[in-house]
């Protein structure tokens, strides 16, 4: 996480990392992809470029529409 933040990782990305659960760092995720969603922004693939969904780990999925 620390390295994320001295980067300066953008919250697309960070939204779109698949972290451990459950640790701490986990919790920055599912911030960063509640962020995106309140906000109405779409992730953005960094390997393609592509819009796509930011759909989480499994274990997130059971608080969703």
Same mark, same amino acid.
């Given at each position: 996480?620390?390295?994320?933040? @001295?980067?300066?990782?953008? $919250? ?10 459950? %640790?701490?760092? +986990? ?9 995106? @969603?309140?906000?109405?922004? $779409? ?10 969904? %930011?759909?989480? +780990? ?8």
């Amino acid at each position: 996480m620390a390295t994320a933040m @001295r980067a300066g990782m953008p $919250v697309e990305q960070l939204a779109d990392v698949e972290f451990a659960y459950p %640790t701490f760092t +986990a919790i920055v995720g599912i911030a960063a992809r509640r962020v995106l @969603r309140e906000l109405g922004l $779409v992730a953005v693939s960094p390997r393609w470029g592509i819009p796509e969904r %930011t759909l989480g +780990a499994e274990w997130e999925h059971s608080d969703r529409d």
